[in-house]
């Protein structure tokens, strides 16, 4: 069974009605409960667990020490190249935005990986737009040989491939994957994919899956904040998680909790998703799915970022760019989206030494 059997399984309950049956004592119960059920996640992201979330953080953290002790991964994005295919309406990558189009040659990544390793980051991710002809996956692995120079660990994001074609990647020296299926709605995921391969539900959903069974060392899951009603986006996004991490044992799985931003177009998001519903998704995550990384990304503000060290966040960005070349070109193409935490890789190491957490700036050595 594939995640979209399960997913087909949920899709048609009533999960309002369900959250409006709720009583505070459901709540209490998940609060204070080992491995939880399906239905205990869901009653942690209902309305009347908002009345609970210091409750919630207690317990997040308590696992979140147990797990993973007092540490912060950190990363940092290398945008490669922003041609796309897709017309997806609230993405500034968007084939119809009148936007500078460039790929990076060798060189430019060698630049790049250059200024962002003296930084000390030994973990890079790699990203372009979804287009198979302008960043093929010979192009992704010649970079991949560039990069491997000065990263121990290089995760793509990047166009959904088949098995095969991740399992190159994963010889290459790829050893991470990330993939944000946007909506899972699949009603309104139609309605935000207008053309291009994107618009195959299916497809990308099953992508984690296949690049476990190509043996990535980890990868990482997501909805896109804003696009659809967040209980129901975040209640997937957990499930989908929790399928990967028990059928691939093996495989580190990670939860990302990215918001729309503003970008190049007009869309404006469907549904707001306040700091403090946000926190409730983090927490409810973190109870459901003890063992996942949860990372949080500079699309949030520097101190709203500060205030979840401690809170079940295990992985970071810092010192980002969402724009082609944006370490080392002089001339950048268009940015994806606004980030909002633009302080430096010291700045971030410094803020989490201040709050007594140890900056983990390597994990990972290929042998």
């Not at 239905?39 to 993973?68: V, Y």
């Not at 979804?130 to 660990?153: H, N």
């Not at 959903?205 to 909805?223: H, K, Y």
């Not at 177009?265 to 973190?286: N, T, W, Y």
Request: hydrophobic share 35%; net charge neutral; proline share 3%.
């Amino acid at each position: 069974m594939s995640f979209y059997e399960k997913y087909l399984s949920w899709r048609d309950k009533d999960i309002d009605g369900f959250c409006k049956e709720l009583g505070e004592e459901d709540v209490i119960r998940a609060i204070n409960k080992e491995n939880l059920s399906e239905r205990e996640f869901l009653a942690l992201l209902s309305p009347k667990a908002a009345k609970h979330l210091e409750a919630m953080a207690r317990r997040a953290r308590q696992l979140t020490l147990q797990h993973f002790g007092r540490v912060m991964f950190l990363y940092t994005p290398m945008y490669l190249a922003n041609f796309c295919v897709n017309q997806c309406v609230y993405c500034g990558f968007n084939t119809t935005n009148k936007i500078v189009r460039k790929r990076l040659e060798p060189e430019e990544v060698e630049r790049e990986a250059q200024i962002i390793s003296a930084t000390g980051l030994r973990h890079i991710l790699i990203l372009t737009g979804e287009s198979r002809e302008k960043s093929s996956l010979e192009y992704i692995i010649q970079c991949v040989q560039v990069l491997k120079k000065y990263f121990t660990s290089i995760s793509i994001e990047v166009y959904p491939m088949n098995t095969g074609e991740y399992k190159q990647l994963v010889d290459a020296g790829v050893d991470g994957f990330t993939i944000y299926q946007e909506a899972y709605n699949e009603e309104v995921y139609g309605t935000l994919h207008l053309k291009g391969p994107k618009s195959n539900y299916p497809y990308r959903l099953d992508a984690p899956e296949r690049a476990c069974m190509a043996s990535m060392r980890s990868v990482g899951i997501g909805a896109l904040l804003g696009l659809d009603n967040w209980i129901s986006e975040a209640f997937f996004t957990g499930l989908h998680a929790h399928y990967l991490q028990d059928k691939y044992a093996d495989t580190e799985i990670s939860v990302s909790f990215p918001r729309i931003r503003p970008h190049k177009g007009q869309f404006q998001p469907k549904c707001h998703v306040s700091d403090k519903e946000l926190v409730q998704i983090m927490l409810a995550m973190r109870l459901f799915i003890p063992r996942a990384g949860l990372t949080i990304s500079t699309r949030e503000r520097a101190e709203f970022r500060d205030n979840l060290v401690g809170m079940g966040i295990t992985k970071m960005s810092a010192g980002s760019s969402t724009e082609v070349g944006g370490h080392a070109l002089e001339q950048k193409s268009e940015k994806q989206f606004d980030i909002s935490d633009k302080r430096s890789v010291d700045e971030i190491r410094n803020m989490l030494y201040s709050k007594g957490y140890q900056p983990v700036f390597k994990d990972w050595q290929a042998i």
